[in-house]
């Protein structure tokens, strides 16, 4: 295969913006779309915070931040990735937005060019009959975790027709960039989330049954297990609406372990979504 040099992210989200700004600190090119150019401009703006963290973290300076900046180009339309090497997607967990999308890319990006998709749940082969058939072969799951720029794992997950080529190019490309790839079969929801799901409802059903407050169920995982963080202040940083969609593939997919728990549901009703909307488990408001 090719060189990788050309890098295309779509979703200027908080996943997206973060993966892409995981390319560039390496060095590499960046087209960042979203479903227009203030989108995908609002997307790169936003990450100055988080290469504040790098540069307090000692992990680059602060005479690199412009460079890393510079290397990334917010764009509002497919064309502009036709030179794309590798383009990764990380739009909202909606197989039908998805679809749309690497129908888009497969008409313009050329014939040797990597797909990847973010997808935290859906199943890789299912999303890989967007494209044409002489492109399955290039087509898996690359699932970063978030923030994206400073988790080191990424799941990589082969389609049904995924060459081992293509697996060995993304792993070989994750390691580049710093992060640490593992293999993993393509099912619902991949290795972590099925393992990480389970730890949420667990930690929601302690809450309905009056066993302890988020706060402390949050402090038993920190002290009590090594987390760096607590299930319901994660839940927040992640948005609880994707983590009610997350869970409510899962429950389709694998039967009643998997169940949404009322008081979840509950939350995002109301619209306590998270840090996002100032509110989730915790007021944020403050």
Not at 52 to 66: L, P, Q
Not at 128 to 144: D, I
Not at 185 to 208: S, T, W
Request: proline share 3%; net charge neutral; charged share 25%.
């Amino acid at each position: 295969m090719k060189d990788i040099k050309n890098i295309g992210v779509i979703g200027a989200g908080m996943m997206g913006s973060e993966i892409a700004l995981s390319f560039a600190i390496n060095g590499y090119r960046v087209a960042l779309k979203d479903e227009t150019l203030e989108l995908a401009a609002r997307g790169k703006e936003n990450l100055t915070k988080s290469l504040g963290k790098h540069i307090k973290k000692g992990k680059v300076t602060e005479a690199d931040k412009a460079k890393i900046l510079d290397a990334i180009t917010p764009v509002g339309n497919y064309e502009e990735l036709r030179d794309a090497d590798f383009v990764i997607e990380a739009v909202f967990e909606n197989l039908e937005v998805k679809q749309a999308v690497w129908s888009a890319l497969d008409k313009v990006c050329p014939s040797d060019c990597i797909f990847a998709t973010n997808t935290s749940s859906i199943s890789i082969t299912r999303l890989a009959t967007s494209v044409k058939k002489e492109r399955l072969g290039q087509f898996l799951g690359a699932h970063f975790f978030s923030p994206a720029s400073i988790m080191k794992l990424v799941e990589v997950i082969p389609a049904l027709d995924t060459t081992d080529e293509t697996v060995q190019a993304v792993m070989d490309l994750m390691r580049k960039i710093g992060k640490e790839p593992i293999r993993v079969k393509d099912v619902v929801g991949f290795a972590v989330n099925r393992i990480f799901h389970a730890m949420l409802i667990e930690a929601c059903r302690l809450l309905e049954e009056e066993v302890a407050t988020p706060e402390d169920i949050d402090k038993a995982c920190k002290l009590g297990l090594g987390h760096p963080m607590g299930p319901y202040a994660l839940m927040d940083v992640l948005n609880n609406k994707l983590n009610l969609e997350v869970q409510e593939i899962l429950f389709e997919s694998y039967g009643e372990r998997f169940r949404p728990r009322p008081n979840l549901k509950q939350r995002v009703s109301a619209n306590h979504l998270g840090r996002a909307t100032g509110r989730g488990w915790f007021d944020y408001s403050k």
